[in-house]
């Protein structure tokens, strides 16, 4: 992408040097501004592009030097996956003070008192049980015919 700018940012300074673009004019100076702008941008991405590239090898690195020590810690078939935490269920609690919605895992959920993480008050959760749905009837018969 930022070889991309660099060629567009190019591709633009050749165009404004092909029309005889007049850099002293009020008009033109502005736009000289803005070409030199786009030049600093064009350079500051490819200056970021080639830093997260090369932080990108050495997480990936990092990474790779983990998965030994992990082998060699829990020996060679360990699989980090199979031993990891499921995901747990977040839930949504609403701070009766300043009515800020946070969202807490199970077991922050079950203790005597939450506090909220904006204004600090601390509040209990009462836990209302999950109504049982009954599904709607599709077809209801009259009472005469129920019997037989």
């Not at 008009?27 to 090369?54: F, Q, R, Y």
């Not at 609403?94 to 077991?107: G, L, R, S």
């Not at 506090?115 to 008050?121: L, Q, T």
Request: negative net charge; hydrophobic residues 45%; proline residues 5%.
């Amino acid at each position: 992408m930022a070889m991309d700018l660099n060629a567009r940012a190019a591709y633009i300074r050749g165009l404004m040097k092909g029309m005889e673009f007049d850099a002293a004019s009020p008009n033109g100076k502005v736009i000289a501004a803005m070409m030199e702008l786009l030049d600093e941008m064009a350079a500051a991405v490819t200056e970021h592009d080639g830093a997260l590239d090369e932080l990108a090898d050495e997480v990936a690195a990092i990474g790779e030097d983990l998965d030994d020590v992990a082998a060699d810690l829990y020996g060679e078939d360990y699989d980090d996956a199979a031993d990891a935490p499921e995901d747990e269920a977040m839930y949504e609690v609403t701070c009766p003070n300043c009515n800020t919605v946070t969202a807490v895992d199970e077991q922050t959920l079950l203790r005597e008192q939450l506090v909220c993480p904006k204004c600090g008050a601390a509040f209990d959760i009462e836990l209302e049980p999950a109504e049982e749905e009954k599904p709607d009837p599709i077809f209801v018969l009259p009472e005469q015919m129920r019997d037989h």
